[in-house]
């Protein structure tokens, strides 16, 4: 790299101390080739393109490792050619979105294999011809990423179905992730929610865990064998971890709450043959076919040793039902879960009252702060626009907006921040989406409780809420509730 290049690369970005350490662990990532100038091909599209750098070239095309605003997220390739092609690939090497010129022709929002493809153009014949025009380029070296062929490309997504069903939902999915299913359904009685079950949450054995965590192996192994050291993010696909937990203690005669015990006793164990045994029929001599969280955990590391983010879901009630000293050994310095989503869905009272869901907005603080406590990364679920713009409850109408308000304002004081020291906290603000099945579906189309947004409304109160975080430096990430909808368009 010479002179002026590194001289316009800091002239370009404030932030020199993270420009240098960005450029230090590209260079180490990249040792056995050379990195070439900044791309003239991408100035084709960008008047002042990204943070990147050219690591493959031949004269009509460059290969470039991007990095955004910050070379420790989110990083990828752009595949920028003469004839104006714009080919972004994920850090796997698997295509996320081809351009022609302005127009996108291809493009895919996460990991579930939902590309779009806009007429008259072909899938197979755009992806095929984007690793094509990688494999002509001279690399130095380095080019196993991108081994990829249309066909093969398609297939690892369709196979990769097995991992999850059409009830779940993923949030952040993306190409670097391995997942394992766990339990099915949801004990409590959210109304909004497709999960719940009148016959309870069914956790998995131990050997139905086994078998899905290799199942999700050799899916890895498979497809992205000579770079699984790239696949470091995991999730552990259920509605609350902390269920098994809980349930290890109640078969054991440890459980310390009686808060939950109803929930408790409505869930059962399901084994690799389907069988299910509910948790109050399991003798002593069949505790151990229950899996505490912690070893599910282990039993997850111990396949996927790459791993170093690690995220699923818990709730309020779980958590500060769970021993302070559990949630740190299933953190256990950031070794095991580091990465925590839990639904609020709203601070109102009356609102989660309205919902199903029965704790309180102190209730919802404790647990958040007793997970930032012992260090996870907290992401917070809020919903916007559930309740329509008001609804009937209790003799009277109430307001949504007061709710929004009260919710941000909440959150503007327990989470922490961008700037923070410490690992700041995430917020999915999250536009809701009506799910087909659901009490909550039914009383919109009843539209007797629920008034409706008039058009606009909801998309304003959307941004207001992006707004305003934004404003109190809090980490903010677009619709968790898009999944449900874009998995579904799947090739």
């Known amino acids: ?39 003239e091909y991408l100035k084709q599209f960008y008047r002042s393109p990204p943070l990147h750098f050219v690591i493959a070239r031949n004269d009509n095309a460059e290969l470039c490792r991007m990095s955004g605003s910050d070379m420790e997220k989110d990083p990828s390739y752009w595949l920028a050619t003469k004839d104006r092609r714009l080919v972004k690939f994920g850090e796997t090497g698997l295509v996320k979105s081809i351009q022609r010129g302005e127009e996108v022709v291809i493009d895919r929002a996460n990991a579930y294999g939902n590309f779009q493809v806009k007429q008259p153009y072909s899938l197979k014949t755009e992806l095929d011809s984007a690793y094509e025009i990688v494999s002509s380029l001279d690399f130095n070296g380095y080019k196993e990423v991108f081994n990829w062929r249309a066909q093969r490309v398609i297939d690892r997504f369709g196979d990769y179905r097995e991992l999850y069903d059409g009830a779940d939902i993923i949030p952040e999915y993306n190409d670097t992730m391995s997942i394992i299913k766990i339990s099915e359904r949801c004990p409590r009685g959210c109304i909004y929610c497709s999960e719940p079950s009148p016959k309870g949450m069914k956790l998995y054995s131990r050997e139905k865990i086994e078998q899905n965590i290799d199942s999700a192996r050799r899916l890895q192994l498979k497809y992205h064998k000579g770079h699984t050291s790239l696949m470091n993010e995991g999730f552990i696909n259920c509605s609350d971890i902390l269920w098994f937990h809980l349930a290890k203690a109640y078969v054991t005669g440890n459980l310390r709450t009686h808060k939950l015990d109803n929930l408790i006793r409505r869930l059962s164990i399901v084994d690799v043959e389907g069988n299910v045994t509910p948790i109050g029929d399991i003798s002593s001599k069949y505790w151990d076919t229950i899996l505490d969280s912690v070893q599910i955990q282990d039993m997850f590391k111990s396949q996927f040793p790459e791993l170093r983010k ?38 109102d009272n009356t609102e989660s009252a309205f919902l199903g869901k029965n704790e309180t907005s102190s209730e919802k603080i404790d647990a958040i702060q007793k997970l930032q406590g012992i260090d996870y990364k907290v992401k917070v679920i809020i919903q916007v626009g559930m309740l329509g713009k008001r609804f009937y409850y209790d003799g009277k109408w109430i307001d949504t907006e007061k709710g929004l308000e009260k919710t941000l304002r909440i959150l503007a004081q327990v989470m922490r921040k961008s700037y923070d020291l410490r690992k700041p906290d995430k917020v999915h603000v999250s536009r809701y989406t009506l799910i087909e099945g659901t009490p909550l579906k039914r009383l919109h189309d ?4 629920i008034e409706p ?31 449900v909808e874009k998995r579904k368009r799947m090739v």
Do not use: C
């Open 310 to 347: 690690t995220g699923t879901f818990v709730g309020v009630p779980t958590v500060n039902a769970t021993d302070y000293r559990f949630l740190e050994e299933l953190y256990n310095k950031a070794q095991r879960i580091n990465r925590v989503l839990i639904g609020i869905e709203s601070f």
């Open 1 to 39: 790299m010479g002179k002026d290049e590194v001289l316009f690369m800091l002239f370009d970005y404030s932030d020199w101390n993270k420009i240098f350490r960005s450029f230090y662990k590209l260079k180490n990532n990249f040792s056995n080739m050379e990195i070439a100038k900044w791309s």
């Open 446 to 449: 009843e539209g007797k409780v």
């Open 453 to 483: 947004f008039a058009p606009g409304e909801l998309d304003e109160r959307v941004d207001r809420a992006f707004r305003q975080l934004r404003k109190s430096h809090i980490d903010v990430d677009a619709d968790y509730e898009a999944a």
